[in-house]
């Protein structure tokens, strides 16, 4: 038996005394140093209870120990559910019942909050901080450098990553070992990683591109990552002469065109610059090229899908396209209402099948079935074409979904919160342009009569409730929202009277 995840990423650098991690303070951490704290952490989660198959809930700040974790999660067998560190306690709540997690690691900072979670659910709560210290570094400290690998089937379970919906209540995609795996190769041989590859690493770790695309992939490739706590301008160019490629959303690449250093000098020699997660406008895809020489590789994909397709290493990278179907991805375009293929160059609903594709949600089979047919096309609720080419090209969205610098944020789950206010008759929650963001939340909010909605005070409740990028950058009064004969918000209008809100604000 083995474990295919494992076996591929981690396993075979056991004895690699090659770099795996460069930190901000030029420190480097070989992979078998790596392999080492894996070993440890995994014998610390048995020993706190968790079997193979039962899920580990983690909320810790960007580190090298908080990759061991996820290494450790793999090598004991135990499912990784990475949570984004901007959650509440109120937000962690759910996912700690709803996954009936055994163990959360949590930063010490959070702990006293998160406590009465924890115990609430009946999970062990245990702390570990960027510096690498807490309650579970300390189980840790004595435990053997060695473990047995857990065998693991293809079909196993290695994550859930949480993916909020329509109706507000988030959902855990359940990802196999397979999945992960298959994707990472695709990738691997698709962008020509090798071991000769130093990818800069300034994405978040809790998410599918910063853990499964970039770090997987690395790992596969057995090359190295500088890797960075977040994105920071200054950072990222000081440290790009000591890079071959590097992976962001669209925010990061901005970020950099906004800044004179960021030049053809500064990037002649990288290989491979990545952008998804979010649109990339074909604007910032032209600038690009013209500041740098450089093409950006756009590519998309989804938590629960990984990546579904790619734009060519060799060959045309088409601004406002994401390129082709990655090796074993099917994509069609349906009808929505209908579910048949539209003709070719018609837009209609993305579905994607391949060995990328999850294994359904947690426990909601209800959800699982509206979304992955039998067949094992998934719906992915992006609205696009493929192009007379074979590009695919995304034009839109079928679900209400925003993305604000490459995290996704529900309306649903922001309306629900603001619905609940003093004063508040109804709210309707919209994406509107953002320089920097791509998009950014409004919130319109309609007062009961005569009633005074004050949006400080509803600012602060909402700090409490949500984590920050998902509250609106705006709140709006109005005295009603705008509706068809159905009775339906027409959030349309609503994005067009406030297109402008970011760069010329308007009375509220
Ligand atoms: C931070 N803030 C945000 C965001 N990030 N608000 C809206 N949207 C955001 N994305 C808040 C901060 O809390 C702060 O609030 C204020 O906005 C300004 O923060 P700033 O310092 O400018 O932000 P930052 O810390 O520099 O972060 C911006 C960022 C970051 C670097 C773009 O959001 C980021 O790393 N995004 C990457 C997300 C990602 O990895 N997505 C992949 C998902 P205040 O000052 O008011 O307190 S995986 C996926 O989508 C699929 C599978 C795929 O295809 O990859
Ligand atoms: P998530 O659920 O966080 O994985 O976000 C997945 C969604 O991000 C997709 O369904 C798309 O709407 C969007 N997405 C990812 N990559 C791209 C891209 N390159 N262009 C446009 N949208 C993208």
């Known amino acids: 038996m083995a474990n295919p995840l494992y076996d591929s990423l981690f396993g075979r650098h056991a004895q690699a005394q090659t770099t795996f991690l460069e930190l901000p303070d030029g420190s480097k951490l070989t992979h078998a140093d790596f392999l080492r704290t894996t070993a440890r952490y995994a014998h610390a989660i048995v020993t706190a209870g968790c079997a193979p198959g039962d899920r580990l809930a983690v909320q810790i700040e960007k580190s090298p120990e908080a990759l061991a974790v996820y290494a450790a999660c793999v090598q004991a067998g135990v499912v990784f559910l990475p949570l984004n560190t901007a959650y509440t306690p109120a937000e962690l709540d759910y996912f700690i019942e709803n996954a009936g997690a055994t163990l959360v ?10 406590k009465p979670i924890a115990e609430g659910h009946g999970a062990a709560l245990m702390t570990l901080d960027r510096a690498g210290t807490g309650s579970f570094a300390e189980a840790a400290e004595h435990q053997p450098e060695t473990f047995e690998t857990v065998d693991r089937a293809a079909d196993d379970l290695a994550a859930f990553l949480y993916t909020s919906g329509t109706t507000g209540r988030s959902k855990g995609a359940m990802l196999s070992q397979g999945n992960l795996l298959s994707n990472a190769e695709v990738l691997l ?116 899908t990984n990546m579904n397709t790619s734009n060519p290493y060799d060959g045309d990278r088409r601004a406002g396209t994401v390129g082709f179907p990655l090796p074993g991805v099917e994509v069609k375009v349906t009808d929505p209402e209908t579910g048949t293929e539209v003709a070719q160059g018609e837009v209609g609903s993305l579905e994607v099948r391949g060995p990328n594709v999850f294994q359904g949600y947690w426990q909601m089979p209800e959800k699982t079935a509206a979304e992955l047919r039998e067949d094992g096309f998934f719906i992915t609720g992006d609205l696009g074409l493929i192009d007379a080419q ?119």
Not at 105 to 114: F, M, T, V
Not at 465 to 484: C, E, H, I, W
């Open 105 to 114: 690691l949590c930063d010490p900072r959070k702990y006293e909050a998160l």
């Open 189 to 304: 041989d698709y962008w020509r990683f090798s071991s000769d590859d130093v990818l800069l690493h300034a994405l978040p770790i809790f998410h599918t591109h910063g853990l499964f695309v970039a770090t997987n992939v690395m790992l596969l490739a057995g090359g190295s990552m500088i890797f960075l706590p977040k994105f920071d301008t200054d950072t990222v160019i000081a440290r790009l002469p000591y890079a071959t490629t590097m992976m962001g959303v669209p925010t990061f690449y901005t970020r950099l065109l906004d800044d004179d250093r960021f030049d053809r000098d500064l990037t002649a020699h990288m290989r491979l610059f990545v952008s998804g997660s979010a649109p990339l406008l074909a604007d910032t895809h032209r600038q690009f090229e013209a500041r740098t020489g450089h093409r950006i590789l756009e590519r998309y994909g989804m938590t629960e």
């Open 390 to 508: 074979g590009y695919v090209q995304i034009v839109g969205r079928g679900k209400d979904l925003i993305i604000s610098g490459g995290y996704n944020i529900y309306p649903k789950e922001v309306e629900l919160a603001l619905d609940e206010q003093p004063g508040v008759l109804e709210s309707a929650v919209i994406g509107v342009p953002h320089p920097d963001f791509g998009e950014s939340v409004v919130g319109v909010l309609v007062p009961e009569p005569h009633a005074e909605i004050n949006t400080e005070s509803i600012g602060r409740d909402l700090g409490e409730k949500l984590a920050r990028f998902k509250q609106p950058k705006k709140l709006v009064v109005v005295d009603s929202l705008p509706r068809n004969t159905m009775g339906k918000v027409q959030k349309n209008v609503l994005r067009d009277t406030y297109a402008t809100v970011f760069s010329e604000p308007v009375e509220s």
